[in-house]
């Protein structure tokens, strides 16, 4: 069995629907608030819990909550789902904690304090935290930016001189993480438009494009200009996934078609969760974008980030409508 292991945040969501972000100075009436678990790395570990066979696939989490009632619900509501959370510790203080404002559009800001999260050191990052029951090594390290970006490259550095692929989604972005060194190490850069255009230094506007084959150039870049070898995807929102490996042609994947958009704000980790839970289960690359393409549809139509995670079933439901 294949074992994907989390490297990444656990924040407690605290989220408010409101019909626009106030201007400053202002006060307005909201539409509602609510609270989740979230933070991208346990987002991304119930994302790919959720969206892979249990007895295909084996799906760890490493990080850190406080000692208060979000750390509690953060853990044992991974732990429910069926992800491992042996390697959660519970330290002193208070756990990570994010405040989302999204409007009535779908559009999404967040604010995140990062808490237990902070707490990690470079020194604290051991080999041991990317094996399975203290023994074999993790097949997949997948981390973001939201923990000490120190940490960060020292994660990635431990993995990929342990020969573990690396799933990086260089979230939030940080452009000074960004050097030919550190992208070298990877082996599936996934990234959204934003993202891309950090990447590759170059603002663009995805509605001035007519055709797939200009995205497709946009992304290839990435190898050009940092000399990649892994494979890069790219989620470009209700416009479709472009895919690129490197010594082959990129490829436009179409988009399924949302019902509606209610909140965004876990699209992004429910595509991340199912592709990796795809690959990890030995499906091909186009087939796990197509997978990672459903998962993002069926998220953009219901509230929250862990909470709009859609299941296995759900999404084999959009993925079969296309064969």
Not at 148 to 175: H, T
Not at 266 to 285: M, P
Request: proline share 4%; aromatic share 8%.
């Amino acid at each position: 069995m294949p074992h994907v292991t989390v490297f990444g945040s656990l924040n407690y969501d605290l989220v408010v629907s409101t019909p626009r972000v106030p201007q400053g100075g202002e006060t307005i009436h909201c539409d509602s608030f609510a609270t989740h678990c979230g933070g991208k790395g346990a987002n991304q570990a119930l994302a790919i819990r959720r969206l892979s066979p249990p007895t295909s696939v084996d799906v760890r989490m490493v990080g850190r909550v406080g000692e208060d009632a979000f750390g509690e619900q953060l853990k044992s509501g991974l732990e429910k789902a069926g992800t491992n959370v042996s390697l959660v510790e519970t330290v002193p203080g208070e756990s990570g904690v994010a405040v989302i404002l999204v409007e009535r559009s779908g559009e999404n800001r967040i604010l995140v304090s990062a808490g237990a999260n902070g707490t990690y050191m470079p020194n604290d990052v051991k080999l041991d935290l990317f094996r399975v029951n203290g023994q074999a090594l993790t097949d997949y390290l997948v981390i973001q930016n939201e923990l000490p970006l120190p940490v960060v490259l020292r994660a990635i550095d431990v993995a990929f001189d342990s020969g573990i692929k690396i799933v990086y989604n260089p979230s939030p972005m940080e452009q000074s993480l960004l050097t030919r060194e550190l992208i070298s190490k990877i082996s599936y850069l996934v990234v959204n438009e934003s993202e891309l255009a950090a990447l590759i230094q170059q603002d663009f506007d995805i509605s001035d494009f007519s055709n797939s084959d200009a995205l497709i150039e946009l992304v290839k870049k990435v190898h050009t200009k940092y000399d990649f070898k892994g494979t890069v995807v790219t989620t470009f929102g209700g416009h479709g996934t472009v895919y690129s490996i490197y010594g082959s042609e990129g490829v436009f994947v179409k988009p399924f078609k949302a019902k509606q958009v209610i909140d965004t704000t876990g699209a992004g980790d429910s595509f991340l969760g199912a592709f990796v839970g795809a690959v990890a289960d030995g499906k091909s690359v186009p087939e796990a974008i197509k997978w990672g393409a459903a998962a993002g549809c069926l998220a953009v139509g219901r509230e929250g980030a862990a909470d709009s995670i859609p299941m296995l079933y759900e999404a084999q439901v959009l993925v079969d409508s296309v064969h």
